[in-house]
């Protein structure tokens, strides 16, 4: 989910493109449990492009080409990673994820939208610390 205003244009075919602009992610590890203890966020500039009807972009994190596509880069979902992928991220606040766990989306974000931005963006210092534009494609 783009947590700032992300420039809207189409190409010289038509197709959508939105970005380059700051992304929040939210990836679980797949080698943990699913649950509010494996919930993060990690933010990334990114750029989308219209692929048939869904909007993809990719981004490199620890090494790796990872595939978004739509609303926090898995289509409203957790995007499963690796372990090194999820040490980069910031673990999201239990009330956050209750928040996005009964916000009503479906394929793309619920009610929880705003409050997830909000904590993004008062995050980004943290993601920064970590090295955010170290790996962005």
């Given at each position: 989910m783009f947590i700032e205003n992300a420039h809207r244009s189409y190409d010289d075919d038509g197709a959508q493109e939105s970005g380059p602009a700051r992304f929040l992610?939210?990836?679980?590890?797949?080698d943990r449990d699913l649950g509010p203890d494996n919930f993060r966020g990690i933010v990334r500039t990114v750029k989308l492009h219209q692929c048939g009807h869904f909007m993809m972009g990719n981004v490199t994190l620890a090494g790796q080409t990872i595939t978004?596509?739509?609303?926090y880069g898995n289509d409203g979902l957790p995007k499963t990673v690796d372990e090194e992928v999820y040490a980069k991220g910031v673990d999201i606040p239990r009330h956050l994820y209750d928040a996005w766990n009964t916000g009503g989306g479906w394929n793309?974000?619920?009610s929880e939208a705003q409050a997830l931005r909000h904590w993004a963006l008062n995050t980004c210092k943290i993601f920064k610390r970590f090295g955010e534009e170290d790996d962005t494609e």
């Open positions: 992610i939210i990836v679980q590890s797949k978004l596509s739509g609303t793309s974000a619920g």
